[in-house]
């Protein structure tokens, strides 16, 4: 298979504002639209449901130790602490 070129650099720099030659893998090459996706009609209901997930998220997390506090104190998955109890190991620690 023979190369060729897809565009020369000046034409590459001569694309319109907000447009950009796109190469990847084995897909010929495009000249695509750079919009954001805020420009986008359903901007507000991606943001929604993108709220909608982190309180979920939230809800879900809020009655289980992080990650960080069960590498700092063994045993407390089998305990489940967090809260309280969990904010007296941290003073124990500390003082």
Same mark, same amino acid.
């Given at each position: ?15 319109? !504002? ?5 190469? /990847? ?14 420009t986008w009609?359903?901007? $507000? ?9 982190? /309180? ?15 590498? $700092? ?13 969990? /904010? !007296?190991?941290?003073?124990?620690? /500390?003082?």
């Amino acid at each position: 298979m023979a190369l060729e070129p897809v565009l020369r650099g000046d034409e590459i720099r001569g694309l319109r !504002e907000g447009h950009a030659l796109v190469l /990847a893998d084995n897909l010929p090459p495009i000249i695509t639209r750079l919009d954001g996706m805020w420009t986008w009609e359903s901007w $507000a209901e991606i943001e929604g449901h993108v709220h909608d997930l982190r /309180a979920a998220n939230e809800v879900e997390h809020e009655d289980r130790p992080s990650r960080f506090q069960l590498a $700092a104190w063994p045993g407390s998955a089998e305990e489940g602490t967090k809260g309280p109890e969990t /904010a !007296e190991r941290v003073k124990e620690m /500390a003082g």
